[in-house]
């Protein structure tokens, strides 16, 4: 088939059919079909957005268009869970073992993090001896004796979505919603899965700045899952400030162990709004609120911190960080950013500028192949909403050497905006859809 075809149509405002989007799936995954036809492609799927039908079909091609992994004969329930990214996410190092001790069968691809939203990979990296480059078979293997299992993406899984994510990337295209839909799904129907919880969020942190779009990208993910065969169930959350009180890898590790050990906050709130989720869409409750139920229950008994030593055991764990946190990288130095004005209330706290500031020490990539540093990264002593006065603390930044210490916090400081009159604190979960 002549490509040219497949453009015009898409060009002059008509439709592409399933065979067309299979000849692209097929041809970018193969790389026969040139980049700058793609490219020319994807700018007019952006301009003429694809319909439900065609998002569907696309997303299926993705899926077709290399390995697919078969876990069938897993114990039931068995989910998948998806954040579409956001800074400070470590919500997944929370809740796999949260859910697999409410008696699920947890199986996930993660990726690496890139730009300012950081990949569980990547976090998970920092256990000293922690593999994350199962095989399909161990990862079915390992969630079948412990019921979680974790691993990297697969390279042949979906290979279309790599070639048209990097153009994506190339061309100012990432934004159309039904490419973002495709590209996530197609993931998750190549990876073997059946049910997922998509956490989707919003705000100047993540892919969807507004909760208008975020409630779009929700609509498109669940009829497309529905077409394509997959159960979903998609949570809205807030990414307008960082997700809890540590940006940086080994820092979220170690947040999500004093998670699973009991801290409580509004990180700990988002886990449980997701995990009561979970076990309504997968059968395990009634409803949310049950759901929710039973998940702080299975928190607060200590039996998901148990679920989360063994699952790092299972994936070649050489030290029990659980009990000796202090065994994960840490940055040389640490500097405070104290504030300096008259006593008042935080407002805001940028998720982009303390992202950006991470990236910009090490903390994540600003290219594919960039290495990263683990233990770099920043903490934070307050949330929107909290009281300060003159010197208070208000994050802390760790980094590989003083001067960077020292630029960090400056850079970190521009994210902060105060109130001279109190601000309510609000939650991350925002909506279920
Ligand atoms: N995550 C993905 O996997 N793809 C996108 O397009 C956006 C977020």
Not at 76 to 92: E, I, L, M, N, Q
Not at 180 to 197: D, N
Not at 243 to 268: D, K, P
Request: with cysteine; proline share 4%; hydrophobic share 45%.
């Amino acid at each position: 088939m002549d490509f040219r075809s497949i453009l015009e149509a898409r060009r002059d405002g008509g439709r592409n059919s399933l065979d067309d989007l299979r000849v692209l799936a097929d041809g970018a995954a193969k790389e026969l079909i040139p980049d700058y036809q793609l490219s020319a492609w994807l700018m007019a799927a952006y301009l003429n957005p694809l319909d439900a039908d065609e998002t569907a079909w696309l997303t299926m091609a993705m899926a077709e268009s290399g390995d697919r992994v078969d876990l069938t004969g897993l114990p039931k329930p068995w989910v998948d869970k998806h954040s579409t990214g956001g800074v400070g996410d470590k919500t997944s190092i929370v809740l796999i073992p949260l859910l697999a001790a409410c008696g699920l069968t947890v199986v996930k691809m993660s990726g690496r993090g890139l730009g300012i939203t950081g990949g569980t990979v990547d976090k998970l990296s920092s256990i000293p001896g922690f593999r994350l480059d199962l095989t399909p078979d161990e990862l079915k293997d390992q969630a079948q004796r412990i019921g979680l299992a974790l691993t990297g993406q697969t390279p042949n899984l979906a290979p279309a979505d790599k070639v048209l994510y990097a153009l994506r990337d190339a061309t100012a295209t990432v934004g159309s919603i039904p490419l973002i839909v495709s590209s996530i799904l197609s993931k998750k129907l190549a990876g073997g899965a059946e049910t997922v919880v998509l956490d989707v969020k919003c705000g100047r942190g993540a892919f969807m700045p507004t909760l208008d779009r975020a409630r779009l990208l929700a609509a498109s993910l669940s009829t497309t899952g529905a077409k394509c065969g997959l159960k979903t169930r998609i949570a809205i959350s807030d990414m307008n400030q960082p997700l809890g009180r540590s940006v940086g890898n080994a820092l979220e590790v170690r947040e999500a162990i004093r998670v699973l050990q009991g801290e409580q906050g509004r990180f700990t709130n988002l886990c449980i709004e997701l995990a009561g989720l979970v076990l309504e869409a997968s059968g395990l409750a009634p409803d949310q609120v049950s759901g929710r139920e039973v998940a702080a229950r299975t928190l607060e008994s200590g039996l998901a911190a148990l679920k989360a030593r063994e699952w790092f055991a299972a994936q070649g764990a050489t030290i029990d960080v659980l009990a000796f946190p202090d065994a994960l990288p840490r940055a040389k130095f640490s500097q405070s950013v104290l504030f300096d004005g008259p006593s008042g209330w935080v407002q805001t706290i940028d998720a982009e500028t303390i992202g950006k500031t991470v990236v910009a020490i090490g903390g994540g990539r600003r290219t594919k192949t960039d290495s990263i540093l683990l233990g770099v990264g920043l903490e934070l002593d307050v949330e929107v909403g909290s009281p300060v006065a003159r010197g208070s603390v208000l994050c802390t930044v760790h980094a590989e050497s003083e001067q960077e210490a020292v630029w960090a916090a400056q850079q970190a400081r521009g994210a902060f905006t105060l109130s001279e009159t109190p601000i309510q604190p609000f939650d991350a979960f925002i909506e279920a859809v």
